[in-house]
Each structure stands twice: as structure tokens, then as C-alpha cells.
């Protein structure tokens, strides 16, 4: 089996942090299996833990999440993309998820909010935000 890997927005880590159990299996499966993996947005930990005092220690806590930190290129389209009116852990989701050298098909993005992604050329998939369903 090859490497698998999803990207978590802002808004499916504060579905995660209240206990959303959809993606809390999900996090236990990548804890379980090395060749999992979920790809945290540093700009979306930012915001998590703007929204939620405290959370990013939490997050950071699980060693299932990988943390992608800003590179040249990342941060220049999140500079253009946000002139044009997009949130910066938006674009930086979504520049995680979108096709490259090491997963050329691109990353399923989870959010409770896929229409924030509708310009932005990615496999947003929409999650409950309860995680009850």
C-alpha cells in the first residue's frame, strides 16, 4: 500500500477539536499507520487557535498531524490569492491540497465549508461540522 495523505482546513480542525468523529477516526488511523498522513496548514492551525484559545497546543500534541510550514512559493500565492479577497488559511489549505511533486492527483481538503474553496481549484469535501452524521 503507498502513502495516503488529506489536508485539514480551519474549520475541520475546530469540528476536530469538539470532537468530531469522522475525523477523530481518521487521526487515529494515520496514529496507527506510518503511510497516513494529515496535513495541517500552519495559516490553519493560526486560525484555529485564534478561534479557540489553546487549540493549536492541542493539535500539536497529536503526533498524527504533519504541520506545513509557508515556502517561497506558498506564500506568494497566498499573497495574490488573498488580494483577491481569499483568507490566507484558505489559500494555504488549499495550496497544500492541490497537485504537486509528491502527490501529483492533489489531497482531499475536509472543511464544513467547501464553498470557500470553489475558485480555488481543489477536492474540497464537506464534512458535518457536529460529526454526529
Do not use: C, N
Not at 6 to 32: I, K, N, P, Q
Not at 55 to 84: K, N, Q, R, W, Y
Not at 103 to 124: C, M, R, S
Request: glycine share 8%; no cysteine; net charge negative.
Amino acid at each position: 500500500m503507498s502513502a495516503t495523505a488529506v489536508v485539514f482546513d480551519h474549520t475541520a480542525l475546530a469540528a476536530l477539536g469538539t470532537g468530531h468523529s469522522f475525523l477523530a477516526h481518521l487521526v487515529e488511523a494515520a496514529h496507527r499507520d506510518s503511510r497516513r498522513q494529515i496535513l495541517i496548514p500552519v495559516l490553519a492551525l493560526t486560525r484555529a487557535e485564534q478561534d479557540r484559545p489553546g487549540s493549536a497546543e492541542h493539535f500539536g500534541a497529536l503526533p498524527a498531524l504533519s504541520f506545513v510550514d509557508l515556502d517561497f512559493p506558498t506564500a506568494s500565492a497566498i499573497g495574490a490569492h488573498g488580494a483577491a479577497g481569499h483568507a490566507w488559511e484558505v489559500v494555504h489549505a488549499a495550496q497544500v491540497a492541490r497537485p504537486g511533486p509528491y502527490w501529483p492527483q492533489g489531497l482531499t481538503l475536509f472543511t464544513t465549508t467547501p464553498d470557500l474553496y470553489t475558485q480555488l481549484d481543489v477536492k474540497a469535501f464537506p464534512i458535518a461540522p457536529t460529526g454526529s452524521s
